[in-house]
């Protein structure tokens, strides 16, 4: 079982760009999540989808936009990147369910804003 | 979302127990209590999880006070391995019965296992 993988690992964007960060979850997972984590911070939460739909958002503007494909893969994109977007963005996968499911998170893609 | 409280930081030395504790005196009875660690420069990985009774695996064991307000997470014999930040995190079981997997992380406990 491969885990949850992520790609890229790393990726240096100039502001005003736009980018997009991959991730495939834990086989047999339906749920992804991700999460920004500034250096130093805890991960914040961003949103997560479930069968193709986001389910749940966290405080974060219109620019992070998501979506998931038919085989649960999901996909992140940041519009109009500013400095401050400057992040390790983690992936996590999980099955549905109540809080008693585990989540397994991805290495992440560290993203840098120059 | 209900908050967990942690310490900082704390230290061991390998080899010996370490007791991670955790203080989450708004939970409901429907929040189960998660714990994660990071090592550097890795993403979280799950360590344990428990609702009332104490747990283990083979990671760890999770202590849970009776009135649910504080647990403990329990590494038994610290290795450097070890080393990593601890996260404490109360994970829902409500929203009619289907949580849709947010994590709320604080800034964790570090945790600096000596030689």
């Known amino acids: 079982d491969a885990g949850v993988t992520q790609s890229p690992t790393h990726l240096i964007k100039t502001r005003g760009q736009q980018v997009t960060l991959r991730c495939s979850p834990k086989s047999g997972h339906d749920t992804v999540s991700w999460y920004q984590q500034a250096l130093g911070q805890g991960p914040q939460f961003i949103f997560q989808y479930y069968e193709e739909e986001e389910r749940q958002r966290g405080n974060f503007p219109d620019r992070f936009s998501g979506h998931q494909f038919p085989n649960y893969s999901s996909e992140l994109n940041v519009n109009a990147l500013l400095l401050g977007d400057s992040a390790l963005y983690l992936c996590?996968?999980?099955?549905?369910?109540?809080?008693?499911?585990?989540?397994?998170f991805g290495q992440g893609t560290r993203l840098t804003v120059v | 979302d209900a908050k967990t409280t942690q310490p900082n930081s704390m230290e061991s030395n390998e080899e010996e127990p370490v007791h991670l504790p955790c203080n989450h005196s708004?939970?409901?009875?429907?929040?189960?209590i998660h714990w994660y660690r990071q090592l550097p420069s890795q993403g979280p990985e799950y360590v344990i999880h428990?609702?009332?009774s104490n747990v283990n695996n083979r990671m760890a064991s999770l202590a849970i006070a009776e009135d649910r307000k504080s647990s403990t997470l329990i590494l038994h014999r610290a290795t450097l391995r070890d080393a990593a930040v601890y996260y404490c995190?109360?994970?829902?079981?409500?929203?009619?019965?289907?949580?849709?997997?947010?994590?709320?992380f604080g800034q964790g406990t570090i945790l600096t296992v000596h030689p």
């Open positions: 428990g609702l009332t």
């Open positions: 708004t939970i409901s009875g429907t929040d189960y």
């Open positions: 995190i109360l994970r829902d079981q409500s929203a009619g019965g289907t949580s849709y997997g947010k994590l709320t």
């Open positions: 996590a996968s999980s099955l549905l369910g109540g809080g008693n499911t585990e989540a397994f």
